[in-house]
């Protein structure tokens, strides 16, 4: 409480010398009350790189009107107490060419498993602190802390790895109840309608699907400098992040190990209208020693790290891909990525299953106003990748962070189609999500291409490895919530939901029905459906 405290008064002290929201939060429910009018636009907005910027999306999408309240006007929606909770921020300020807003967030929610008798619950409580001036310079700074108890799959994974999904390191206590915390924060700059730079403690998210092989937003938050070019049809991104390799032993001066990371992405649309949209993406993951510093040739912003790590003679990993979106019409699209690890054609066509053949692709389909009924949306999205992507010879260096997947939280040697349907009428919004995945699980202490924290020098063969090698395990999960909308400007929401899980393989067969409950801030994705 004493933390909360200090992040509202030190929001409020702010407001004197700063500033409101620029970023548009990584929400999925946000976001599914702006993707016809992406789906729609023809000026050429970038949709594969996330969090965007509002200046910018304002001029595809008609951003003020759709997040404003539909509420009906009485005498309790025109007190101070009814504005608050339907229509306005907590606190807001708008001076001089500055804007604050300070704004709750929380996450109340209470559910009940069939199958066991414990209640489940997710208690949530924080700030958010956002602001601009003159649309040029802004910033944003937010904490929550948490405490839950969650369904025996999700509670499993939590001892194991040690972290909640996409949030931080937990505190056990004697009732299994995890206690842990999140923070995000940073300063951005917009220099003109070329360049803008954004550094923050953050996440970010690379594509146009609900997952993505490149980058996703799944892991924890981490530190970042992203850089943005715009000009004509391109945009490209650069990224300089930090990581933490929580698989090895923290150090009591430093903590946990650090590792780095830097993201090239070159956005091109192409066409009149700019119905199709191709990226090249590249990125490189490595781990200082006791030789060697951060490496800075990798500080070079310019595409192609490729050559850069070869000429250095260096063991870092170093992926390649692709980001794909045809624009079939106003309605529909089209989507996809390839992710390329290594790659020997000569390999391919042998056949012959060699481990080092690490690759995976998405394919996705979106349709806006479906059957043209207004805000009834469909997508659809098919996800594979081969066993041995991401991993590397050490975890410092495979495609992770804080014991999380930075790309797909299966991980690889998976399948998996995703499909959702929604609906929004007004304040009410309703949403069907099917997923339908098979993996092959890593057996005993075998590395069977699953795990992507293992190395892969610790793999049993160079050949004879195929898709679902290892304990063949079937994953279907079909999730229906529904939900109302108290007030758009901090996505306060009362929700509602049943989601059945079936994971299954020749050792176990667990089925559950899971009903919960709520009232949340929905400014985030977490993703637990593994």
């Known amino acids: 409480m004493n933390k909360i405290l200090f992040i ?16 548009f939060p990584l929400s999925r429910d946000m976001n599914t009350r702006i ?12 949709s594969s790189v996330k969090p965007y910027l509002l200046p910018e999306m304002r001029k595809a999408v008609p951003v003020d009107s759709i997040f404003s309240p539909i509420v009906k006007d009485r005498k309790f929606t025109r007190t101070w ?21 300070v704004d709750p967030v929380f996450n109340l929610q209470y559910g009940k498993e069939q199958q066991s008798s414990p209640s489940y619950f997710v208690n949530t409580r924080g700030l958010l602190v956002q602001g601009n001036v003159k649309d040029k310079f802004y910033f944003y700074t937010g904490f929550h802390e948490n405490q839950a108890r ?22 056990f206590n004697p009732e299994q109840v995890f206690d842990f915390s999140q923070s995000i924060g940073g ?10 730079f954004l550094f923050a403690q953050d996440k970010n998210f690379i594509g146009d699907g609900y997952r993505s092989l490149l980058l996703s937003d799944n892991s924890y938050s981490y530190p970042f400098l992203r850089i943005n070019m715009t000009f004509w049809k391109f945009r490209y991104t650069v990224l300089y992040t930090v990581y933490r ?32 949209t191709v990226s090249i993406f590249e990125t490189v993951m490595w ?11 990798y500080l070079n912003p310019v595409l192609f790290i490729r050559p850069v790590e070869n000429s250095l003679g260096s063991p870092d990993n170093v992926l390649l891909g692709s980001n794909v979106r045809w624009k079939i019409n106003q309605q529909n699209t089209l989507y996809g990525q390839v992710m390329l690890d290594e790659l020997l054609l000569d390999e391919v066509r042998a056949g012959e299953g060699w481990w080092g053949n690490k690759q995976g692709f998405q ?7 479906l059957f043209k009924v207004k805000n009834l949306n469909f997508q659809t999205e098919y996800n594979w990748v081969r066993p041995y992507t991401y991993q590397h010879r050490t975890s410092s260096q495979s495609y992770n962070q804080y014991n999380q997947a930075l790309a797909h939280p299966l991980g690889a040697n998976f399948s998996e189609s995703v499909t959702f349907v929604n609906y929004r009428y007004k304040n009410l919004f309703a949403e069907l999500k099917v997923q339908i995945a098979t993996m092959g699980r890593d057996t005993a202490d075998l590395n069977l291409g699953n795990d992507i924290f293992k190395s892969y020098e610790t793999r049993n063969s160079d050949y004879g490895h195929y898709m679902f090698d290892g304990l063949k395990s079937d994953l279907n999960t079909v999730d229906l919530r529904v939900n109302y909308l108290v007030n758009p400007k901090y996505n306060f929401v009362i929700e509602a939901g049943v989601i059945m899980r079936n994971f299954e393989n020749v050792q176990q067969n667990d089925r559950s029905s899971f009903f919960y409950f709520g009232m949340r801030t929905s400014l985030e994705n977490y993703y637990f459906d593994f």
């Open 245 to 276: 390799d929580l698989q090895s032993a923290p150090d009591p001066n430093v903590g946990y190990l650090k590792k780095y990371n830097t993201v090239h992405n070159l956005d091109l649309n192409i066409g009149k209208k700019n119905k199709l």
């Open 150 to 171: 969650y369904v025996p799959y999700i509670d499993s994974t939590v001892h194991t790895t040690l972290v909640v999904p996409g949030q931080g390191i937990v505190k």
């Open 81 to 101: 107490v009814g504005r608050k909770l339907f229509k306005e921020h907590l606190l807001f300020v708008d001076e001089d060419d500055i804007v604050l807003s």
């Open 287 to 297: 781990a200082p020693s006791a030789s060697r510093g951060y490496e800075l040739a």
């Open 35 to 46: 993707e016809s009018f992406i789906n729609a636009d023809t000026t050429g907005f970038h």
């Open 187 to 196: 300063i951005g700059y917009i220099l003109n309608k070329h360049f803008d």
């Open 8 to 23: 509202l008064i030190a929001g409020i002290f702010i407001c004197e010398v700063s500033a409101q929201d620029v970023l």
């Open 363 to 369: 394919l996705g389909y979106k349709s806006s106003n």
